[in-house]
């Protein structure tokens, strides 16, 4: 309400300027302006459950118990752009209610570091486990493994899942040329992982077309855009 009844004030301030100027063409604006203030209704107090400002009073009180000058007394000053207008300045200084002091910065760092550092070490881990290789004949190979998560937190959130919208791993065999699948496909993208031991198999059964004096050098890489590859030499052994 206060500040309806200010805004009134100025625009039949504003009116009486206009009027005086037409009429007098003298120095009359100013007094005119004065006398419609002195007439006007004077503001009427907050009631008790206005919350309006209750922010900024809190952060007052928060700044005086501190000793912390934040805040400008409302000054009137004379603006060059507005001649014979009121003008005032004052309030909160630049930046005092969005950053804390220098000395409450170290004690509000703190939990968050410690939040952040249980994520890192928290989050989800890729791993190959129970690894085995077998050669089934002259260039034909039986790849099989367990893709592991070993994090606390799964490879992906539960609605990721629900709506689609996730990255699944990449999981791919590596290191065999020109081949003929006949179980699986070079790269096998794998679902969610749940946390804590979720695993998955993954198997490439294949014939390699072209098989040249030595023996070929199989990995098996996993990854995903929020995930830390892993790449994994395979070693092979005769059926």
């Known amino acids: 309400m206060a500040e309806a009844a200010a805004e009134a004030v100025a625009e039949v301030a504003e009116a009486a300027v206009a009027q005086a100027s037409d009429e007098q063409a003298s120095d009359e604006p100013a007094a005119a302006v004065a006398e419609v ?28 118990q501190r000793g912390i000058e934040a805040f400008v007394p409302w000054q009137a000053i004379e603006h060059p752009d507005l001649p014979g207008r009121q003008v005032e300045v004052g309030g909160f200084k630049p930046f005092y209610l969005l950053n804390p002091p220098i ?4 004690p509000l760092v703190e939990p968050h570091v410690a939040f952040l550092s249980k994520i890192v070490e928290s989050w989800p881990r890729l791993a190959v486990h129970d690894l085995q290789a077998k050669r089934l004949g002259p260039g034909l190979y039986d ?13 992906m959130p539960q609605m990721a899942a629900v709506n689609q919208q996730w990255y699944p791993i990449q999981v791919q065999l590596t290191g065999a040329g020109q081949v003929k699948w006949i179980q699986g496909s070079q790269r096998q993208a794998v679902r969610r992982l749940a946390e804590n031991g979720g695993k998955t198999e993954v198997r490439w059964v294949f ?32 059926e």
């Open 143 to 155: 790849i099989r493994c367990q893709i592991v998560n070993t994090g606390a937190l799964p490879t």
């Open 37 to 64: 203030a002195a007439t006007a209704p004077a503001a009427e107090p907050l009631a008790k459950d206005d919350k309006r400002g209750a922010a900024e009073l809190n952060a007052l009180a928060w700044f005086e």
């Open 103 to 106: 000395a409450e910065v170290e």
């Open 207 to 238: 014939q390699v077309l072209e098989v040249g004096d030595g023996e070929p050098k199989f990995t098996i890489q996993a990854a995903a855009p929020t995930l830390h590859p892993i790449e994994i030499e395979v070693p092979l052994a005769d």
